[in-house]
């Protein structure tokens, strides 16, 4: 038992040891995942559910030639017929989901890859249970009692979060416990709980494997598609978030708005103090608009001093006091000590009736350039566009 404590402990710090400690939930719990994370997970879930339901596709049906060398009839038939029917669902499963980037077929798949071998599990088992059997038959009718622990270490391929991992093996834990209450199985009561516990620990093993999995996945995504410099969004994912968002709204008709801001006269703090004290401008700036934006707005850094905010159900009223809320926190201060300021437009999708996210960025941009025209340090709304002078220079 100390043996098996180290273990675990050895392997949750192996897990957790590189990750942050604001993202440990998220190796707990699935919801508050970034919407690129949930699609490149789903994605991998789902190819790695069609790569291992092919694998048992092929190798289900050739397991037939073992159980017709080692049982009599009527076990035979009824092994086979069994095998026969996973076989075709294991295949069904393979060629499904192709195109599925989200959580929720994802889920599917998982509940599919490991509702099928439970299904088998308690249907042959408890068969094999009723005959009597020596020699081969027995020892290959006692190796099904091993489907749930194969099906369990299963978990360890998949980047689960510890709910997802437990929420998935609970099933086949309980078709475990459903054979041992009935006492189906030819083993004694002290195996069955045996049986049980080594399944638990097998269980919490491959939960930590998956959650190292996601770990991994999470580093790799953040370092793919943020910024180094400012640790916004990088151009690049944030088209990728434009477009995931864009689409939800479209689907469920609810506003979206799109700030677009240049920062004003910064070249002049390149060309002045120095990029390193432009780069401290600039990681200044969006560590305040970071803390003062809802926790389901994003910034990204589209170029240079160019940002754009990503504001999900918010209209365009709700963007312009949000932004103008900005404005009279401040952006933070330049090497000289004047205040940094920016111009601002705004676009709506409802407002500025677009079709794509392009048409929406594009919107904003121009009324940034508005901004920037009226005397910069401004903000251009949409709908009804008005220019004001910031708070500093009133």
């Given at each position: 038992?100390?043996?098996?404590?180290?273990?675990?402990?050895?392997?949750?710090?192996?897990?957790?040891?590189?990750?942050?400690?604001?993202?440990?939930?998220?190796?707990?719990?699935?919801?508050?995942?970034?919407?690129?994370?949930?699609?490149?997970?789903?994605?991998?879930?789902?190819?790695?559910?069609?790569?291992?339901?092919?694998?048992?596709?092929?190798?289900?049906?050739?397991?037939?030639?073992?159980?017709?060398?080692?049982?009599?009839?009527?076990?035979?038939?009824?092994?086979?017929?069994?095998?026969?029917?996973?076989?075709?669902?294991?295949?069904?499963?393979?060629?499904?989901?192709?195109?599925?980037?989200?959580?929720?077929?994802?889920?599917?798949?998982?509940?599919?890859?490991?509702?099928?071998?439970?299904?088998?599990?308690?249907?042959?088992?408890?068969?094999?249970?009723?005959?009597?059997?020596?020699?081969?038959?027995?020892?290959?009718?006692?190796?099904?009692?091993?489907?749930?622990?194969?099906?369990?270490?299963?978990?360890?391929?998949?980047?689960?979060?510890?709910?997802?991992?437990?929420?998935?093996?609970?099933?086949?834990?309980?078709?475990?416990?459903?054979?041992?209450?009935?006492?189906?199985?030819?083993?004694?009561?002290?195996?069955?709980?045996?049986?049980?516990?080594?399944?638990?620990?097998?269980?919490?093993?491959?939960?930590?494997?998956?959650?190292?999995?996601?770990?991994?996945?999470?580093?790799?995504?953040?370092?793919?598609?943020?910024?180094?410099?400012?640790g916004c969004f990088s151009r690049t994912s944030g088209e990728e978030l434009l477009d995931i968002q864009f689409h939800i709204a479209s689907r469920s008709g609810a506003p979206l708005s799109?700030?677009?801001?240049?920062?004003?006269?910064?070249?002049?703090?390149?060309?002045?103090?120095?990029?390193?004290?432009?780069?401290?401008?600039?990681?200044?700036?969006?560590?305040?608009?970071?803390?003062?934006?809802?926790?389901?707005?994003?910034?990204?850094?589209?170029?240079?001093?160019?940002?754009?905010?990503?504001?999900?159900?918010?209209?365009?009223?709700?963007?312009?006091?949000?932004?103008?809320?900005?404005r009279d926190i401040g952006l933070g201060t330049r090497p000289d000590g004047d205040p940094v300021t920016a111009s601002f437009g705004i676009a709506e999708r409802i407002a500025d009736g677009?079709?794509?996210?392009?048409?929406?960025?594009?919107?904003?941009?121009?009324?940034?350039?508005?901004?920037?025209?009226?005397?910069?340090?401004?903000?251009?709304?949409?709908?009804?566009?008005?220019?004001?002078?910031?708070?500093?220079?009133?």
């Amino acid at each position: 038992m100390q043996s098996i404590s180290e273990l675990l402990k050895f392997l949750t710090g192996t897990v957790f040891a590189a990750m942050p400690r604001d993202m440990l939930r998220e190796l707990v719990l699935p919801h508050g995942h970034v919407a690129l994370l949930s699609r490149r997970r789903a994605d991998m879930i789902i190819s790695r559910v069609r790569m291992v339901a092919g694998l048992f596709a092929v190798l289900t049906p050739l397991w037939i030639v073992i159980d017709l060398l080692v049982f009599s009839w009527p076990v035979t038939g009824l092994l086979v017929a069994g095998r026969l029917v996973t076989t075709v669902a294991f295949g069904m499963l393979a060629v499904s989901f192709r195109k599925s980037i989200r959580m929720r077929e994802a889920y599917k798949a998982l509940a599919m890859m490991f509702g099928i071998p439970t299904l088998f599990f308690i249907y042959s088992h408890p068969l094999l249970s009723h005959f009597d059997m020596a020699g081969p038959a027995a020892a290959i009718a006692a190796g099904y009692a091993f489907l749930p622990f194969v099906m369990i270490a299963g978990l360890a391929v998949f980047p689960l979060t510890a709910t997802e991992s437990a929420v998935f093996a609970m099933p086949v834990l309980c078709a475990e416990a459903l054979v041992a209450l009935l006492q189906l199985d030819m083993l004694n009561w002290s195996s069955h709980l045996g049986a049980f516990w080594l399944l638990f620990l097998i269980a919490t093993v491959a939960a930590l494997a998956g959650m190292s999995q996601l770990s991994f996945m999470m580093s790799l995504v953040r370092q793919a598609t943020h910024d180094g410099l400012t640790g916004c969004f990088s151009r690049t994912s944030g088209e990728e978030l434009l477009d995931i968002q864009f689409h939800i709204a479209s689907r469920s008709g609810a506003p979206l708005s799109v700030v677009f801001l240049d920062i004003d006269n910064f070249k002049k703090v390149n060309d002045t103090y120095g990029h390193d004290a432009g780069d401290r401008v600039l990681r200044t700036m969006t560590e305040k608009l970071r803390s003062n934006l809802r926790s389901g707005d994003v910034l990204l850094r589209w170029g240079g001093e160019e940002f754009v905010i990503l504001l999900p159900n918010a209209s365009g009223a709700t963007a312009t006091s949000a932004v103008t809320r900005l404005r009279d926190i401040g952006l933070g201060t330049r090497p000289d000590g004047d205040p940094v300021t920016a111009s601002f437009g705004i676009a709506e999708r409802i407002a500025d009736g677009v079709t794509d996210w392009h048409q929406l960025v594009e919107i904003a941009d121009q009324r940034m350039y508005e901004a920037k025209m009226a005397g910069k340090n401004r903000l251009v709304g949409c709908a009804d566009p008005i220019q004001y002078e910031a708070v500093v220079n009133a």
